[in-house]
T-cell receptor, first 115, second 114 residues
């Protein structure tokens, strides 16, 4: 069964350092999402791509976060510099986004700890 | 703005009991999409069910069933004959367009005891 791949699974970094996360969506899924989940909360969207284009990045802290999906397949989310408040689970999801198949499938996530 | 409220925070049941998870949503759109996801301790969100606002038929899928009531803006989820493996955090989510962002509730932690 096809899955969304993410790496690394865990990352510990010191504040002010740069960190990057990678996501490979399910093959053929044009829509890719990055969510952030703070402990005890539901995930919140950071950025959404349709193919290589950004559809929604209204909640992305653009002074320190960046995201790209250059060839419309895999994607990278970067934080520079990391802050203590960035400690969270970063989840990637993908969707086929057609009328009868638009549920989002999530990867295992990257758990980030900033010290 | 869209909002999802899961008033229950933690539920504990004994195996084989039925359990219902409540979800109330807010949206100004007349067409919207509702989902339930499960997050086991491993952390991965697992899609369970979805429902379109224009289809109010309630269905059963195995041990899962849902009750969509547009009049009360509720989308409750029931697990019949719960099992220990059902222990997880359950999230209700809302999207206002096909492929649009999901707005999640805060989740309900379900513990099923043997």
């Amino acid at each position: 069964e096809a899955e969304v791949a993410q790496s690394p699974r865990y990352k510990i970094t010191e504040k002010s350092q740069a960190v990057a996360f990678w996501c490979d969506p399910i093959s053929g899924h044009a829509t890719l999402y990055w969510y952030r989940q703070i402990l005890g909360q539901g995930p919140e969207l950071l950025v959404q791509f349709q193919d290589e284009s950004v559809v929604d990045d209204s909640q992305l802290p653009k002074d320190r976060f960046s995201a790209e999906r250059l060839k419309g397949v895999d994607s990278t989310l970067k934080i520079q510099p990391a802050e203590l408040g960035d400690s969270a689970m970063y989840l990637c999801a993908s969707s086929l986004t057609v009328q009868n198949s638009y549920e989002q499938y999530f990867g295992p996530g990257t758990r980030l700890t900033v010290t | 703005a869209q909002k999802v409220t899961q008033a229950q925070t933690e539920i504990s049941v004994v195996e084989k009991e039925d359990v219902t998870l409540d979800c109330v949503y807010e949206t100004r759109d007349t067409t919207y999409y509702l989902f339930w996801y499960k997050q086991p301790p491993s952390g991965e969100l697992v899609f369970l069910i979805r429902r379109n606002s224009f289809d109010e038929q309630n269905e059963i899928s195995g041990r899962y069933s849902w009750n969509f009531q547009k009049s009360t803006s509720s989308f409750n989820f029931t697990i019949t004959a719960s099992q220990v493996v059902d222990s997880a955090v359950y999230f209700c989510a809302l999207s206002e367009m096909v492929g649009g962002k999901l707005t999640f509730g805060k989740g309900i932690t379900l513990s099923v005891r043997p």
